[in-house]
């Protein structure tokens, strides 16, 4: 499922508040956990969204949240790092919002060096619908996030987007699916949808 949502209500006036647990990032942190881990029991993927810093809707596309390491790890991270670390989350979503001028789908401190390294996912990462700004950096920077809207990578041809993954090894956005399927079966249109995204990569799942 595309969820939780777990930023941060920092005003009524942001059309997603609605779907935030809290304005305190400590409750936030505690009501994601279990959440996750009750959601995954019956073998269904949670993704925690949106990573990070997404707490407005006006120009969500081309907003840039300039917030220091300090409110970042204070404010901004405790939920997720709930998420990933406590409650297991197979798949986690990037923001259509910059996180200090680098978009927050192609930005490696965030998804790679505290997402991935620091926290130890290994999980799925996806982009928000069209959120993606320059698919080479989504796809390389970021370790392989998967692009959402407009086809897998958007701008490029089936072979060009293969081969610039295929140059990451097994950390690809391939993989990162496949494991998620093996955590959580699918069927249907998703199913059909997942292995169309897979075979683009060459990437079997068994």
Known sequence: ILGPAVNICR??????????????????????????????????????????????ETHRMRNSSQVSRRALRALYLPAFEAGVREGGAWSVMAAYNAVNGTAACEHPELLNDVLRDEWGFDGCVVSDWFAVRRTTDAATEARGTVILGGGLFPG???????????????????????????????????????????????????
């Open 11 to 56: 005003t009524p006036l942001n059309g997603r508040t609605f779907e935030y647990f809290s304005e305190d990032p400590l409750l936030t942190a505690r009501l994601t956990a279990p959440y996750v881990a009750g959601v995954q029991e019956a073998n269904v993927a949670a993704c925690v969204k949106h990573y990070a810093a997404n707490n407005q």
């Open 156 to 206: 490029l041809s089936n072979l060009a987007a293969a081969d610039a993954v295929r140059r990451l090894g097994a950390d690809t956005p391939a993989e990162r699916l496949r494991v998620m399927l093996l955590h959580s079966p699918v069927s249907g249109a998703g199913l059909g949808t997942c292995r169309l995204m897979i075979a683009a990569l060459g990437v079997k799942l068994t």
